[in-house]
């Protein structure tokens, strides 16, 4: 079956700092892969997507690369902010009767970013 | 504000009892999503439906049960509660089934089960 595996945390950084989450999947076919990000006391919200190899997706100075190669999907910000102290979520989806889309989520990686 | 509602926000319950969770879709969106969050089995998939009907079913319990109404609106009945039931239950939305579609999830309803 399909499955995610990110990195443990939680990742404790200083402002400013340059973030990387991995994530790696394992799937039968050829899934699109999210980012979903949990603040505290809130739902997931989407946080960048990429539906097929060597895309990439980008929001809010967050990216991610699809990488086929080497079934990566490794979220990365160049300078975090204390705001983006959050719950972050790897995720796939796969079709796999042509009509089901279910979400397959990694068990999320806690940041802390202090002053 | 993904568009998605859920109620109760909170709820307390005994052991052995029935609950309804309420999910409302982004207006539009036609595939309404249930996930469970617990903390030894992270976000796990439910039950998916789409314009009515059931379209794929994940780790959901035989005591757990779901439906979608004709006005797209979707409920997930918990019966002969447990313990391990004890959850935060998220439901969201999407526009179709093809994948890449995104889902919006709404704000989620914490069970705690005594």
């Known amino acids: 079956g399909n499955s995610v595996t990110q990195m443990e945390g939680p990742v404790t950084l200083s402002e400013e700092a340059f973030l990387t989450i991995n994530c790696t999947y394992t799937?039968?076919?050829?899934?699109?892969l999210f980012w979903y990000v949990q603040y505290p006391g809130e739902g997931l919200q989407l946080l960048l997507k990429a539906t097929k190899a060597d895309d990439k997706g980008s929001n809010k100075g967050f990216e991610a690369t699809y990488r086929k190669e080497t079934t990566s999907f490794h979220l990365e910000k160049g300078s975090v902010q204390v705001s983006d102290s959050a719950v972050y979520f790897c995720a796939l989806s796969e079709t796999d009767t042509g009509t089901a889309s279910k979400l397959t989520f990694g068990t999320g990686t806690r940041l802390q970013v202090t002053l | 504000d993904s568009g998605v509602t859920q109620t109760p926000k909170h709820l307390i319950t005994a052991t052995g009892q029935r609950v309804t969770l309420r999910c409302s879709p982004r207006s539009g969106d036609l595939s309404v999503y249930w996930y469970q969050q617990s903390l030894d089995q992270g976000l796990q998939f439910l039950i998916q439906?789409?314009?009515?009907?059931?379209?794929a079913k994940g780790n959901i319990l035989e005591r757990f049960s779901a439906q979608q109404f004709p006005d797209l609106h979707s409920e997930l009945n918990l019966s002969s509660l447990e313990l391990g039931d004890s959850a935060l239950y998220f439901c969201?939305?999407?526009?179709?089934?093809?994948?890449?579609?995104?889902?919006?999830f709404g704000p989620g309803t914490r069970l705690t089960v005594l």
């Open positions: 799937a039968t076919g050829y899934p699109s």
């Open positions: 439906y789409y314009n009515g009907e059931e379209r």
């Open positions: 969201a939305s999407s526009a179709g089934t093809t994948r890449g579609h995104e889902q919006f």
